[in-house]
């Protein structure tokens, strides 16, 4: 808590800094999955309600009519670490929402047993919000039909989302590139002992990534 705090503290620095902490305390029947340490649906929600309100959007988040949910059982990365291991019922949308996928090398990182350097590129014909996001995170922001992350919220709203696999840092060239008018920095707390890159390239992430392959 420490490092969030050293951040919020230093007011010249003129980022936007959410710690959501308070939010995710109060979500009704817990903001975290049982087994696992990322976010439950309910969870996921509750921090992209934060982040759209403070990117000038709704504080809820924006799922298209009729969406419904699916569930699949999971033993997570806690679960896993019992014998036998330790289940539970997982909900999720099961889709993209109301988006597509129109970039994505998953399939090659998640190949070569890597997940810096993932990019997935969203589309949201649809969306009231016609602005182009650039999400840097990690896990807890990644946009899959299994998991909503923060990212699979943004893109219910925005018109283009743009998600890198990185836990610090952020490449303004790529920002540049992709038109983006916001970007987004997520980092859960737990990857703070790594060292932040204040500068990375998204093609250099991409490249390391699939060297291991």
Request: with cysteine; charged share 15%.
């Amino acid at each position: 808590m420490g490092e969030a705090a050293v951040l919020l503290g230093r007011k010249g620095l003129g980022l936007g800094v959410i710690y959501p902490v308070a939010q995710l305390s109060s979500v009704p029947g817990g903001a975290y999955l049982r087994t696992d340490t990322h976010l439950s649906l309910a969870g996921n929600a509750a921090l992209a309600g934060v982040v759209l309100a403070a990117l000038s959007g709704p504080d809820q988040p924006v799922v298209g009519a009729g969406l419904g949910t699916t569930q699949y059982v999971s033993f997570g990365d806690l679960g896993s670490r019992f014998e036998p291991p330790v289940l539970e019922v997982v909900t999720t949308f099961g889709s993209f929402g109301s988006a597509v996928v129109i970039a994505d090398n998953r399939a090659e990182v998640e190949a070569a047993g890597r997940h810096v350097g993932t990019r997935r590129v969203l589309r949201n014909a649809t969306a009231p919000d016609p602005r182009t996001v650039v999400v840097f995170g990690d896990s807890y922001a990644f946009p899959a039909p299994h998991y909503q992350g923060t990212a699979w919220f943004l893109v219910q709203h925005f018109r283009e989302v743009h998600f890198v696999w990185s836990a610090f840092g952020w490449d303004k060239g790529y920002v540049e590139e992709s038109g983006a008018e916001v970007v987004v920095c997520e980092t859960a707390e737990r990857f703070v002992p790594r060292p932040p890159a204040v500068r990375l390239s998204v093609a250099d992430l991409v490249r390391t990534a699939l060297a291991f392959s």
